[in-house]
Nanobody
Framework: QVQLVESGGGLVQAGGSLRLSCAAS????????MGWYRQAPGKGREFVAA????????HYSDSVEGRFIISRDGTKNTVYLQLNNLKPEDTAIYYC?????????????????WGQGTQVTVSS
């Protein structure tokens, strides 16, 4: 099992920035990729971004492309999500996930390990 702990959420005005962190512990050797999802009130859980541990390749949803940056720190077993130029529609609970990527399509496959989430609220 892998334990995931998110942090860094908070309140920010539109156009501002936040950096989210996801620290992984426990059995991390089988984690091939990490992903971020978010869930807004009344909506389903939505894919945001993913990164491969092996080569650092990234994938983003169209809604955040060019604004968000996902990165990794292998020495700390931590993945970050830099949220720039935030919009009110980015308001959601952001969840970290340990999973894998289908290489030929760069499609993220979520695993069973999820963090508790961190709230991001963007005011207009």
């Amino acid at each position: 099992q892998v334990q995931l702990v998110e942090s860094g959420g908070g309140l920010v005005q539109a156009g501002g920035s936040l950096r989210l962190s996801c620290a992984a512990s426990g059995r991390t050797f089988s984690n091939y990729a990490m992903g971020w999802y978010r869930q807004a009130p009344g909506k389903g859980r939505e894919f945001v971004a993913a990164i491969s541990w092996s080569d650092g390749s990234t994938h983003y949803s169209d809604s955040v492309e060019g604004r968000f940056i996902i990165s990794r720190d292998g020495t700390k077993n931590t993945v970050y999500l830099q949220l720039n130029n935030l919009k009110p529609e980015d308001t959601a609970i952001y969840y970290c996930n340990a999973g894998a990527v289908v290489y030929i399509t760069n499609t993220y496959l979520p695993g069973a390990s999820w963090g508790q989430g961190t709230q991001v609220t963007v005011s207009s």
